[in-house]
Structures are given as C-alpha cells and as structure tokens.
C-alpha cells in the first residue's frame, strides 16, 4: 500500500515556497512537518528574521554575525545544525535561502525596502520552479508581499502569537497579521486560541496540533550523550528558550521548597537564553546550561528525575502549543506543567497545576514516586500524535485551499 504522502501519478506535487525561521536551527513544528513532504516536493525554504527591537548584547551580536554569514556565504546558509536531524540524506533537504532583509519592519519605509529586497531575490528563483509554487508562512511579516510573488497560492501556518512574543515588536507583528490574513487562500492554527484569534480577522482557521516524533523519544540514547548516573543528584529538567514566558514565582517557590527538603537536587534550565529575568539566575537550586542538540534531548530526559514546564499564566503562553509538552509525554518520565489551554487536555498524563502550591507539591510527589500507572496509560494517546499523521492533515489543508489569489501587482523586481 502506498504512503498517504507518495506522490500520485504525476509525480512529485507542486513545490512549496516556505517563509520560517533558520532551517537547522531548532526543530520547529514547520521544520517537522516539511521534512515528511520532502519525498514528494520540492522546497524552497526562506530564512527570514524576526522583529526584535536591536538590543546592545551578546546574544544580538551573535545573531548579527550569523545572518551575516548566510547573507555573505551560500555554504554558511545551507549548512544549518547538523545534528538537529542527524543522518538526514542531501537529497531530502529543502533549497535554503537566506536573503538580504532590512532588520525591521516598523515603518513604511522599511516594509516597502524589505518587499524590494525579497521580491529582487526570490521572483527568479520561484519562476525556476517546475511549476508556481504553494507559499506557507509561519510569519507576517510577508504581508507585504501577497500579490507581488508569482506563487499558486498563500497559506498562513500560525504558530503563535507574535503580538505578544517577549521581546518582538509586538504592534508592528500585529498590525502586518491584520494585513496578511484576509488575503490567505487558507490558514492553519495550532491552537483553539489561535483560531479564536484568526476568527476575529475573518478567517476560518482549520486546527492542526503539534506533534511529536515518537521513534526518536523511543530510540536508545546516543552512547556519547550525557546521562545522568543513578547516585546523582535529582534533576528537575526544562528545556526550551529560557525567557520572560518562565514564570519567576513559580520557579523560585520549587527553589526554595528544595532548600527546605535538603538534599541535592537542581532545577536544570536547558535552552537559548532571549533576554530572561534577571532575577531568575539568584534563585535557589536553579542552574542554567546551554541548548542541547535535537539528538540527545532523549538522553537529557532520560537523566532527568522529573520534566517540568513553569511557565506563566499570559496571553503569549494561552496561544501557543508548546512542542515540549508531547515531548516530554513521550519520554517516559514524570512531567509537572502550568495548567495552560495546551496543556489542560493532558491532564490525565501529565500533572497540569494551577498554583505554584501545587506545581511545588507534585514536583516533590514525583521526585519519589516516579510516573504513576495512570499517566503511564493514559500516554498512549500519543500513538495518533505522531508528526506522519500531522504532516498528512497538513498537506491536505494546504492543497485544499480554494482558487488562487490573483496577482495584485506587477511581479516584477524592479517594479516593487
């Protein structure tokens, strides 16, 4: 029996035009999803840029010098992180492009310099195609380019919302989503709350939630990855972009609740760090490390005691559909999370809290008991969360769209 996503008797499907972030630099849902349709499509994959107001850091300038390098070298742009996806065959990796961009989009002037620069880079490339391609965005700040790209049709994949985003700038993300949304021919949200939102716009948004890979949370750790030995301290593990989303209260309640019980164990912040509270590296038992690659997050897990997600209770957090949370389900171990519109529906296999009281009380209940039988079973849900059945109801929506858009504007470079 064929594949749900082989291609059908024509061959390969219409290519896809993708604006995302850094190809290789996380595992993104986007990421995910179009590495199951690479088999059959050609991908032209965008790295684009963020609207983070330009801070004076080093984590900006470290950011600086890598868009820097994609811009200026075509290997530096196409090498991404290796080990994001190890063992991923050339032949199934999208065409990466990195074009030159203006770093902001907060005024006319910079949004109509930036549709010149994308417009000038990318009209060729997507006329090489075999054929117009389906353009997916998972920002909006394309908005400007609906009409002026010769593509087959727009789909907005919202993923979160930007608005709200610690450190974007939040007006301009979303005074460019109200733009963007009324000219797409579909539009997918990974959350109820995402779709909330794209109703308010005039959109009907069709429900697509993460997934997880579940042959890599079951697989054996990588040999060379550090694991945690039995006689070491507890570990009590995040991992994901340390930010301002951490709740401070909730993570500085577990600290001290630590200190009183005695021992050793740790609360282990593992990620990026984007400009977190400061307060939070004074706080008790807190440690935080660098980003741990894709392949041995399994390894991390399986070193650690308990997997906890301690995030706030705010309108960034209500919209988004964390990619941990069904990793963390998948990885066998006790998981304590914030009681969030993502997180709720899990409740029978994760503990969702929403006190800090609570947070504190179930971290301490794992930390002896270990996962229950109940969650143990109720975790089996995850055999229909798998990225293949996402990535099948992904590319369904996506070739479903209504008739194309028609140009607005003149495709030519020179003419935007």
Not at 1 to 22: E, N
Not at 144 to 164: E, I, K, T
Not at 380 to 405: M, N, Q, Y
Request: aromatic fraction near 6%; charged fraction near 25%; proline fraction near 11%.
């Amino acid at each position: 029996m064929a594949s749900p996503l082989s291609p059908d008797r024509a061959g390969r499907r219409r290519p896809l035009l993708v604006f995302s972030d850094d190809w290789g630099r996380h595992p993104s849902s986007s990421q995910h999803l179009v590495r199951h349709l690479l088999p059959q499509r050609e991908v032209l994959w965008v790295n684009t840029i963020g609207t983070r107001p330009p801070r004076l850091d080093a984590r900006t300038a470290r950011r600086v010098i890598e868009k820097l390098g994609h811009w200026i070298s075509p290997a530096a742009r196409a090498r991404g992180e290796p080990d994001a996806h190890p063992g991923e065959a050339p032949a199934l990796a999208p065409r990466i492009v990195s074009p030159r961009m203006w770093p902001s989009f907060a005024s006319p002037r910079a949004r109509r310099l930036n549709r010149r620069l994308l417009a000038s880079a990318l009209a060729p490339l997507i006329r090489a195609l075999p054929e117009p391609p389906i353009a997916i965005t998972t920002l909006p700040i394309v908005a400007d380019l609906v009409g002026v790209l010769p593509v087959h049709r727009w789909v907005y994949y919202c993923v979160d919302d930007f608005s709200q985003w610690p450190g974007y700038d939040g007006r301009t993300m979303q005074e460019m989503e109200r733009e963007l949304v009324p000219r797409m021919d579909a539009v997918i949200a990974v959350s109820e709350t995402l779709v909330e939102s794209m109703a308010r716009l005039g959109a009907r948004a069709e429900l697509l939630t993460h997934g997880v890979e579940l042959a890599h949370w079951t697989a054996p750790s990588s040999p060379d990855a550090a694991v945690q030995p039995a006689s070491s301290p507890a570990r009590i593990v995040f991992w994901g972009v340390v930010d301002r989303r951490l709740d401070l209260a909730w993570v500085a309640a577990l600290g001290e609740a630590l200190e009183r019980r005695g021992g050793d164990a740790r609360i282990v912040l593992v990620g990026p760090q984007e400009d977190p509270d400061p307060r939070l590296f004074t706080l008790p038992r807190v440690e935080c490390r660098p980003p741990v690659p894709y392949r041995d997050l399994p390894a991390l897990a399986a070193g650690a005691s308990v997997l906890v997600m301690p995030y706030g209770d705010m309108p960034a957090t209500r919209a988004m559909q964390p990619l941990k949370l069904k990793e963390y389900l998948a990885t066998g171990r006790p998981a304590v999370v914030r009681a969030l519109p993502a997180t709720r529906p899990w409740a029978g296999a994760c503990d969702v809290c929403e006190s800090p009281g609570a947070f504190v009380e179930r971290v301490l209940e794992r930390l002896d008991t270990g996962l229950p039988g109940a969650q143990r079973q109720a975790r089996r849900a995850l055999a229909g969360e798998d990225w293949t059945e996402k990535a099948v109801r992904f590319e369904t929506a996506i070739d479903a769209a209504p008739e194309p858009l028609r140009m607005e504007e003149p495709s030519c470079p020179a003419a935007c």
